[in-house]
Each structure stands twice: as C-alpha cells, then as structure tokens.
C-alpha cells in the first residue's frame, strides 16, 4: 500500500505540482482532430486541472491558449476566429496561436499597449486523429517514434473517452495483465458481439483469447525495464486434453504489453492491430483514455470503427467533458444480474469498455491507495509508482523516461505470441516467441518493417 504522502504525489496534477511538473514533460493528447471539424472550430479543453482553449487557424495550424483572456478574463471558447487567430468578444482583443497580442483596437490609435501582453500558450500539433498540446518548460522535442506516430493516418483510428475518476486508477487497468482473466470474462460460447480483442484466437492454436483467459486466471507477470518504460510478460501456460490447442498440443501463450512512461500503454488487440492508449488527467477527479488503433496489416476502416464506438457516448458541444459515456454510477455502469449470473462476469454487456470504467470508477474519484493490498500479480501497479515517485523526486531530462532522445524510440513490440517449447520457459524461449511474432507481422506490413524495438 502507498502512504497518504504518496497518494497525493502520485494523484495529483495541477500546475505546480510535482505530478503535474511531470507529465507537462511529455506531449499530452488535448483533443481529437474529429472535434474540430465543424464550421467552427474552436473547443474549451480542461486539461491537467488547465482551463483551455483549442483553435484551429485558417491556415490549418492548431493552437492552444488559455481560456480567460488575459484582459478581464472573459471566455476565449467563445471568441471569432479571424485575422491570423482568436479575438477576444469583450474589447476585441486578438491573439495568435502562440499567445501574442495582435491587436488591442479599442486603445487610442497609435497604442502601443498590445506589445507588452501576453496569452498563455501552448505549442501543438496534429497527428494521426489527435492534436497534441506540449505543457512543459522550454521547447518541445518531437514526438517519439512510437508505431502510434510512425504509422500512416491509413492505418491508425483515433477515439476518446471520459471516466470519472483520476487519472493514475485509470492507467493502473492497463498495466494489470491479470483482470482480464475475470474482468472481461465470458462465461458461455464466445458471440461475434463480444470485444475482438478477445474473440479472436491465439496464433495457429485455435484457442479463443477470452477461452484462455478463462481456463488460465493465474499467469505468471514478469517486468523488464525500457527506455520508455517497462515491458510486461505475461505466460500462460496451455495444458494438454481438454485445455490444448490445436491438434491436443500443448503450449504457452506469451503476451507483450507495455508501459511507456508515464500515462500510456500498448496492448495487442489481435494479429493485426494494437493500441496504444494514454490515460490524461481533466483534473483530479476526471480523465479521458485516448486510443490509437494501429494496424499492421490493411488499412483502417474510420467510418466503421467511428460507428462501433460513438453511439456508447454523449456528444456535447461546448462541454469540455464531452465523450462522457451513457453508462457510468448513476444507472449502475448498465448491471443486469441475470446477465452475470448466466453470460458475463460483470454483468455489464459486452463493452470491455465498461467493464474497465465500473473498475476504475467504483473506488470513487480519488483511489485511497492507504487501505489496498498489493499482490504479487500486481507487478505493474508497483513498477508504474516506483518510475513515478523517482521521477518526482529528482526533476529533469536525465530522469524522466523517454524524454532525453524520443524519436529515437521504436515500437514498442505489442504482441501476443505462442511457444511451444517445454516447461519451464527460459527467458531466451519468451525473447524469441515474441520478438519472431513481432517481426513476422512487421515483415508483412507494408509501413512497420523497419520500426522494431531493440
């Protein structure tokens, strides 16, 4: 368990706080590029307990600036977008994308008074569906070298959503490899309705993820340190007679996820497509998750997967906490207990998705981490808090990971794999199975040969 004094490290992200210092030191998702593809496109953004602004320019560059205008603190979500930037409806005060002052036209003429403001402003850039914002001190580096980034727009689908709760809660699901094994639990036939990621078979075996995870509860969860972060293992073994793949032979299913330091994780998906997703505070108390969907093979189908996932969230313009989901506490994240006694372990539909939500959720807006009870398969959890503490504890590039050379960075390989090779696995037989089905799939990509991890 973590001390109160720790809690309040790790949870906390507003301006001046050592949590906030640190994640204002990697580029942060601000909003979708979708969001802003009306007539107008100008958005309120709270991020990172920031009130915030988020324009796009006539010339098609994105700007992120604060929201109360820096004369009388009127709100810049509703100003004109015109004149080389964003103007202020109260006195007609002008700023452009990187916090200048334009114009100020209802001084005298001849004014000067313009030159010696300035709105607070953000760097930010759009890239495959997202516009990122950099938070931090000084010039921003360029993005990592992430397959997220690296992919074509072709082959990479963007999607958020909002959880009501902080941020760290939220990214601990995705470096526990153990829940999926109840969580996300089906506990009949496998139906075309339920999450790919767990429908589709592992490797050549013919075994359904979500049948594995079910006959399997208790892999065995290894961390290896990156230069991004850490790597997780994840074994399970597959026993012989009923509990066997293919042709009754048994074998290990090897699952690669991954923490890149310090709000996102990849996870594979199926054969062809990972994601990558970042967990970013609104506040305290609230966060969205952004995905990227990457796909090694065939392009993406965006109007598709834009269709499975956009009817579960209310859209609301002008809300900063738009993508709320229509499921959550007040009707109970959509429980039905015949459904868990008979269908899914939650009892919570299909939508993996909420099943992630109701666990991050449920504990309240802020997890009391003072009264949990770590185990050994919490592995992960400790890694995440043990980078982040350190990190807060001795400030700067030398570090942070991943921020000293990030486009230096590759994958991360995201992969489920399969080994036959006899029990015990050695660490040399888990290397091979994932990196071989790592370079498999990137060797038949037509964009990701050459993007391996090494």
Same mark, same amino acid.
């Given at each position: 368990?973590?001390?109160?004094?720790?809690?309040?490290?790790?949870?906390?992200?507003?301006?001046?706080?050592?949590?906030?210092?640190?994640?204002?030191?990697? =580029?942060?998702?601000?909003?979708?590029?979708?969001?802003?593809?009306?007539?107008?496109?100008?958005?309120?953004?709270?991020?990172?307990?920031?009130?915030?602004?988020?324009?796009?320019?006539?010339?098609?560059?994105?700007?992120?600036?604060?929201?109360?205008?820096?004369?009388?603190?009127?709100?810049?979500?509703?100003?004109?977008?015109?004149?080389?930037?964003?103007?202020?409806?109260?006195?007609?005060?002008?700023?452009?994308?990187?916090?200048?002052?334009?114009?100020?036209?209802?001084?005298?003429?001849?004014?000067?008074?313009?030159?010696?403001? @300035?709105?607070?402003?953000?760097?930010?850039?759009?890239?495959?569906?997202?516009?990122?914002?950099?938070?931090?001190?000084?010039?921003?580096?360029?993005?990592?070298?992430?397959?997220?980034?690296?992919?074509?727009?072709?082959?990479?689908?963007?999607?958020?959503?909002?959880?009501?709760?902080?941020?760290?809660?939220?990214?601990?699901?995705?470096?526990?490899?153990?829940?999926?094994?109840?969580?996300?639990?089906?506990?009949?036939?496998?139906?075309?309705?339920?999450?790919?990621?767990?429908?589709?078979?592992?490797?050549?075996?013919? +075994?359904?993820?979500?049948?594995?995870?079910?006959?399997?509860?208790?892999?065995?969860?290894?961390?290896?340190?990156?230069?991004?972060?850490?790597?997780?293992?994840?074994?399970?073994?597959?026993?012989?007679?009923?509990?066997?793949?293919?042709?009754?032979?048994?074998?290990?299913?090897?699952?690669?996820?991954?923490?890149?330091?310090?709000?996102?994780?990849?996870?594979?998906?199926?054969?062809?497509?990972?994601?990558?997703?970042?967990? +970013?505070?609104?506040?305290?108390?609230?966060?969205?998750?952004?995905?990227?969907?990457?796909?090694?093979?065939?392009?993406?189908?965006?109007?598709?997967?834009?269709?499975?996932?956009?009817?579960?969230?209310?859209?609301?313009?002008?809300?900063?906490?738009?993508?709320?989901?229509?499921?959550?506490?007040?009707?109970?994240?959509?429980?039905?207990?015949?459904?868990?006694?008979?269908?899914?372990?939650?009892?919570?539909?299909?939508?993996?998705?909420?099943?992630?939500?109701?666990?991050?959720?449920?504990?309240?807006?802020?997890?009391?981490?003072?009264?949990?009870?770590?185990?050994?398969?919490?592995?992960?959890?400790?890694?995440?808090?043990?980078?982040?503490?350190?990190?807060?504890?001795?400030?700067?590039?030398?570090?942070?990971?991943?921020?000293?050379?990030?486009?230096?960075? @590759?994958?991360?390989?995201?992969?489920?794999?399969?080994?036959?090779?006899?029990?015990?696995?050695?660490?040399?037989?888990?290397?091979?199975? =994932?990196?071989?089905?790592?370079?498999?799939?990137?060797?038949?990509?037509?964009?990701?040969?050459?993007?391996?991890?090494?």
């Amino acid at each position: 368990m973590s001390t109160a004094a720790e809690n309040k490290l790790l949870t906390e992200t507003g301006p001046g706080t050592p949590g906030g210092r640190l994640l204002r030191s990697y =580029w942060q998702p601000a909003a979708l590029t979708e969001e802003l593809n009306g007539d107008r496109p100008v958005i309120p953004v709270r991020l990172l307990g920031e009130d915030l602004v988020v324009f796009k320019e006539e010339t098609g560059d994105y700007g992120v600036l604060a929201r109360a205008c820096a004369h009388r603190r009127a709100d810049l979500s509703f100003g004109r977008l015109e004149d080389g930037g964003l103007r202020c409806p109260f006195h007609g005060w002008l700023f452009d994308r990187d916090g200048t002052c334009l114009e100020t036209p209802a001084e005298p003429e001849g004014s000067t008074f313009c030159s010696r403001v @300035r709105q607070v402003a953000y760097p930010a850039m759009e890239h495959n569906g997202i516009i990122w914002t950099w938070m931090g001190d000084g010039p921003p580096p360029p993005l990592p070298g992430l397959d997220a980034f690296a992919a074509p727009s072709s082959h990479v689908f963007a999607f958020k959503g909002l959880w009501e709760c902080n941020w760290l809660q939220a990214h601990e699901v995705g470096v526990d490899p153990a829940h999926a094994s109840f969580l996300h639990r089906f506990l009949g036939p496998v139906e075309e309705e339920y999450g790919l990621q767990f429908r589709s078979t592992i490797g050549d075996t013919g +075994v359904p993820t979500t049948v594995l995870m079910r006959d399997v509860p208790n892999p065995s969860i290894a961390v290896e340190s990156t230069a991004y972060g850490f790597r997780l293992i994840t074994l399970r073994p597959y026993g012989s007679g009923s509990t066997a793949g293919a042709n009754n032979e048994p074998f290990t299913h090897v699952r690669v996820t991954n923490c890149i330091f310090p709000n996102a994780i990849t996870i594979p998906m199926s054969s062809e497509i990972a994601i990558t997703q970042w967990h +970013v505070p609104i506040d305290d108390t609230s966060c969205y998750w952004y995905s990227m969907f990457v796909s090694y093979g065939d392009p993406v189908d965006s109007d598709i997967m834009r269709a499975q996932r956009v009817d579960a969230v209310e859209l609301v313009p002008g809300d900063p906490k738009t993508y709320r989901p229509k499921t959550g506490r007040a009707n109970n994240w959509g429980y039905d207990p015949v459904e868990q006694r008979d269908l899914t372990y939650t009892g919570m539909g299909f939508d993996i998705n909420v099943h992630d939500q109701w666990a991050v959720e449920s504990p309240g807006a802020i997890h009391d981490r003072t009264n949990e009870h770590l185990s050994p398969a919490d592995v992960g959890i400790r890694a995440q808090r043990r980078m982040m503490l350190a990190a807060m504890a001795n400030p700067g590039p030398d570090t942070e990971v991943g921020t000293a050379d990030p486009a230096s960075l @590759r994958g991360p390989g995201s992969v489920d794999a399969v080994s036959r090779d006899p029990q015990p696995l050695s660490s040399t037989a888990v290397d091979d199975a =994932w990196r071989s089905a790592d370079a498999k799939r990137r060797a038949a990509s037509s964009w990701a040969e050459d993007l391996a991890e090494t």
